[in-house]
């Protein structure tokens, strides 16, 4: 209370949302999709059974995957007239400035016979967005190296599919190695959705208002981008890189202890975890997995990053602020041993969160709900009359 107003400490309780899509116990480390440990569905499951049960709360049979997923693949080439949106940009745009325009542009494509309160058409929007974003993130891969788009080869896997668009060209468009498909997939699936993170709250408040779900998601995107958030897997290989070698790692766990230039270990702690983040654990085992097949074992990043983490983990000052390795710590130097750059990284974590995003929008559009207004604690001025501009 600052003696003009005073505040109902109810009042003061962070809004909290109910979900039955994702549950997380940060102490514990742990992260559950419909009730499943995420370690289990990224070792038994794949990308689209995954966002089928984000869906429909329920993973699927038999029959229901086999129908999803023809769903999803058939939808996944864009309106021809999009192609034209890329080129607006310019070659170097970073490509989620692109993706926050191309999937905002979306909208444009399902606006008029769009009806958010019809069931059918909420789930149309989903299955757009799920089949799309890969095509739409290629494309923008395409956009940035100056290569003509690939048109989605629907006889392929969703995650084959994806590494065929951004690496396949007209002269020459090779197998695509089921390993990295396979690691592909696992890094959709471990992005999938996480809760209420800051851009799932985004797409949710501004969904309450009733607007379009691509526009939604778009705002997502936009807030995904930051380093702080999605950025951060862009952010880790950036700051490994800057170290360079093990010998100089003492010199950035020192930087970041006395916080100079306020620097941060980019991939380590987390809002929720303050426990290992689990999808951190998996994320670490499918890099060894590509390294080893593309005999990148020994890879200079690979050594800084483990010694990084042993560190860390040992490390009394990080151990007290409860720093762990975080998603983004291991999934930048799987993306980088695949053949994606850097700018890349926060696409390709945008492209594997859509579900979840578009799964709470629709989880929120489907009950009862009212336009999000968060509240404000007031700290300026209190009621003064006006100074004329002679006076002041
Ligand atoms: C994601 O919400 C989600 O679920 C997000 C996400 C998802 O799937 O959607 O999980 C994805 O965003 C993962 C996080 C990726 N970001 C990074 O890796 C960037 C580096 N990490 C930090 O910026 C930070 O850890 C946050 C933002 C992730 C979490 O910050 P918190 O929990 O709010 O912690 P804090 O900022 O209050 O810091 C607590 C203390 C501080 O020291 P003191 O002020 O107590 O002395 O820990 C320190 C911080 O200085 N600290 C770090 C640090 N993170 C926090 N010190 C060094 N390196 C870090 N990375």
Not at 271 to 291: H, I, Q, S, W
Not at 322 to 346: H, Q, R
Request: net charge negative; with cysteine; proline share 5%.
């Amino acid at each position: 209370a600052n003696g003009y107003f005073t505040y109902d400490p109810g009042f003061m309780a962070t809004a909290a949302c109910e979900s039955k899509l994702t549950f997380i116990d940060g102490a514990k480390g742990v992260l559950l999709h419909g009730g499943y440990p995420i370690e289990q569905l990224a070792d038994k499951s794949d990308y689209l059974e995954t966002c089928y049960l984000l869906l429909n709360g329920e993973l699927p049979n038999a029959e229901q995957k086999t129908e999803f997923v023809d769903t999803i693949m058939k939808h996944t080439m864009v309106h021809e007239s999009l192609t034209n949106f890329f080129r607006g940009f310019r070659y170097d745009a970073h490509p989620m400035s692109v993706m926050v325009g191309v999937v905002g542009a979306l909208a444009s494509f399902y606006h008029d016979s769009l009806d958010i309160n019809n069931a059918e058409h909420r789930q149309i929007s989903a299955h757009r967005l799920i089949a799309k974003m890969p095509t739409l993130a290629a494309m923008c891969y395409k956009h940035h190296i100056g290569q003509p788009f690939m048109y989605p080869d629907n006889s392929l896997s969703y995650s084959e599919n994806f590494l065929h668009m951004m690496f396949g060209t007209p002269c020459d468009d090779p197998k695509v190695n089921p390993v990295l498909a396979r690691a592909m997939d696992k890094i959709f699936l471990l992005h999938a959705d996480h809760e209420q993170n800051a851009s799932t709250s985004t797409v949710r408040l501004a969904g309450s208002s009733g607007a379009n779900p691509f526009a939604c998601v778009a705002a997502g995107i936009a807030t995904l981008w930051g380093p702080a958030h999605g950025g951060a897997n862009e952010a880790v290989l950036e700051m490994l890189e800057e170290i360079g070698t093990v010998d100089n790692i003492d010199t950035y766990i020192a930087k970041a202890k006395d916080k100079s230039d306020s620097f941060r270990l980019m991939g380590f702690g987390h809002r929720v975890y303050k426990n290992f983040d689990p999808r951190a654990k998996v994320m670490k085992e499918t890099c060894d997995e590509v390294l080893a097949e593309l005999g990148l074992d020994n890879d200079p990043l690979l050594a800084i990053a483990k010694r990084l983490e042993q560190i860390a983990l040992e490390d009394p000052y990080f151990i007290e602020k409860k720093l762990y390795p975080n998603v983004d710590f291991y999934s930048g130097i799987i993306m980088k041993a695949i053949g994606i750059p850097t700018e890349m990284f926060t696409v390709i974590f945008a492209t594997g969160r859509t579900v979840g995003w578009i799964a709470h929008w629709n989880e929120m559009i489907s009950n009862p709900y009212k336009i999000g207004r968060p509240r404000q604690l007031y700290t300026g001025h209190t009621a003064r009359d006006f100074v004329a501009l002679d006076k002041r």
